[in-house]
């Protein structure tokens, strides 16, 4: 069983930055590709970033170039490093865990990040 369990959300001012930490509890921490991926009021869930085992990231277009994504093996743990926020980054951000060998995925309780003007 993986549990995701994350911090780092609040409030910031557009133009600023925050850190998102999403620590994972259980097994093989190493075959999971993890993720992070937002919902805004009325918007469907996409894709803000994600991270391979061996640390290939990609990213959804609102991201790139203002976003980093990492992990660390040790602390089994994944990162956002968001700068240069805007208001329309508002939303409650999850982590993913998805295990592609046995088709599972697990999701954090969701962190709310609010960017004000």
């Known amino acids: 069983q993986v549990e995701l369990a994350e911090s780092g959300g609040g409030l910031v001012q557009s133009g600023g930055s925050l850190r998102l930490s999403c620590a994972f509890s259980g097994n093989m921490f190493a075959f999971y590709i993890m993720g992070w991926y937002r919902q805004a009021p009325g918007n469907e869930r996409e894709l803000v970033a994600r991270i391979t085992d061996g640390g290939g990231a990609s990213y959804g277009d609102s991201a790139k170039g203002r976003f980093t994504i990492s992990r660390d093996h040790i602390k089994n743990t994944v990162y956002l490093q968001m700068n240069d926020l805007k208001p329309e980054d508002t939303a409650v951000y999850f982590c993913?865990?998805?295990?592609?060998?046995?088709?599972?995925?697990?999701w954090g309780q969701g962190s709310q990040i609010t960017v004000s003007s």
């Open positions: 993913q865990a998805h295990d592609i060998r046995n088709s599972l995925v697990y």
